[in-house]
């Protein structure tokens, strides 16, 4: 499994973007999360959404603002961020763990396939 994440870009604070990570192999099992890593940081959770999406996760420090979604028809889960902060600039990225729960959604360590990572700039 292949994933590839896409949608980044520069925003002011207050807007939006959305994220794709699309994979090249049947995920629609998978439990996938959105990870993000700012400059100078460590690498950190954001939202995870089992195979189903039928269950949600987010960090404290995004919800209410970001949603996670799935298409499992096409192998595609997004990222909606909205209200977007400065403090939200990071590169993000899509991770699949192919036993299909979330068990253990905001440590990396449980996912085992990772995308190369997309830039959110969020300019106040």
């Known amino acids: 499994v292949q994933l590839q994440a896409f949608g980044g870009g520069l925003v002011q604070a207050g807007g939006s973007l959305r994220l794709s990570c699309a994979a090249s192999g049947r995920t629609f099992s998978y439990c996938m999360g959105w990870f993000r890593q700012a400059p100078g940081k460590e690498r950190e959770f954001v939202a995870a959404?089992?195979?189903?999406?039928?269950?949600?996760y987010y960090a404290d420090s995004v919800k209410g603002r970001f949603t996670i979604s799935r298409n499992n028809a096409q192998n595609t889960v997004y990222l909606q961020m909205n209200s977007l902060k400065p403090e939200d600039t990071a590169v993000y990225y899509c991770?699949?763990?192919?036993?299909?729960?979330?068990?253990?959604?905001?440590?990396?360590?449980?996912?085992?396939?990772w995308g190369q990572g997309t830039l959110v700039t969020v300019s106040s």
């Open positions: 991770a699949a763990n192919k036993r299909g729960g979330c068990t253990y959604y905001s440590t990396d360590d449980f996912y085992d396939y």
């Open positions: 959404i089992t195979w189903s999406g039928g269950s949600t």
